[in-house]
């Protein structure tokens, strides 16, 4: 495990010339406030719709930490496996162990809680993307084998309108941060 110290805020135009040290750059952000569903594919990661955020670091040697926050993601039941990419590239996923898919994170659906309650989920990741292009990040999820349930972003399975505490309507977000080191 390697650790990095972060000594200082950079200013908004950046590090000035000669100088290093740690700080935050710049911080990007995709807020998701509406409700969604949709399919997630069994045994195949797909695109969460529309939860990507991009950022163009400002040097090739920055960070870029990566966090996710999931609000009322919920399934029909079974689990869902999910992950961040970096293009083709997945981030922060689990060693390969046999048959078994990799993942950053799973969630949980409707069998392990009930269709009224939904979970919360976060994944968090320092990520070295080695580049000044414009870099998007997006969330994928995956469904369980044979089986192609609806997901439901910022809600529970049973969305009924009334003022029952987990009918709560959630947000969901991804913010990234570029980290100078």
């Given at each position: 495990m390697s650790q990095i110290k972060v000594n200082s805020i950079v200013p908004v135009g950046g590090l000035p010339a000669g100088a290093n040290?740690?700080?935050?750059?710049?911080?990007?952000?995709?807020?998701?406030?509406?409700?969604?569903?949709?399919?997630?594919?069994?045994?195949?990661?797909?695109?969460?719709?529309?939860?990507?955020?991009?950022?163009?670091?400002?040097?090739s040697s920055?960070?870029?930490?990566?966090v996710v926050g999931i609000g009322g993601l919920h399934q029909e039941s079974g689990t869902i496996a999910g992950k961040v990419v970096r293009?083709?590239?997945?981030?922060?996923?689990?060693?390969?162990?046999?048959?078994?898919p990799r993942a950053g994170f799973r969630m949980y659906g409707s069998a392990i809680y009930n269709t009224n309650h939904c979970g919360s989920y976060?994944?968090?990741?320092?990520?070295?993307?080695?580049?000044?292009?414009?870099?998007?990040?997006?969330?994928?999820?995956?469904?369980?084998?044979?089986?192609?349930?609806?997901v439901y972003l910022n809600r529970g399975v049973q969305d009924s309108d009334n003022a029952f505490s987990?009918?709560?309507?959630?947000?969901?977000?991804?913010?990234?941060?570029?980290?100078?080191?």
């Open positions: 040290g740690g700080g935050i750059i710049q911080i990007v952000q995709t807020v998701i406030t509406d409700t969604k569903s949709y399919t997630a594919n069994a045994n195949t990661y797909a695109d969460m719709p529309g939860f990507n955020c991009t950022i163009t670091p400002s040097s920055s960070k870029v930490m990566i293009g083709s590239t997945d981030i922060g996923i689990g060693d390969a162990n046999g048959n078994r976060h994944f968090t990741f320092l990520d070295s993307p080695a580049t000044t292009s414009a870099t998007t990040y997006k969330l994928q999820t995956m469904g369980e084998s044979g089986t192609s349930y609806p987990y009918r709560a309507t959630t947000c969901s977000t991804m913010t990234l941060y570029e980290v100078s080191v």
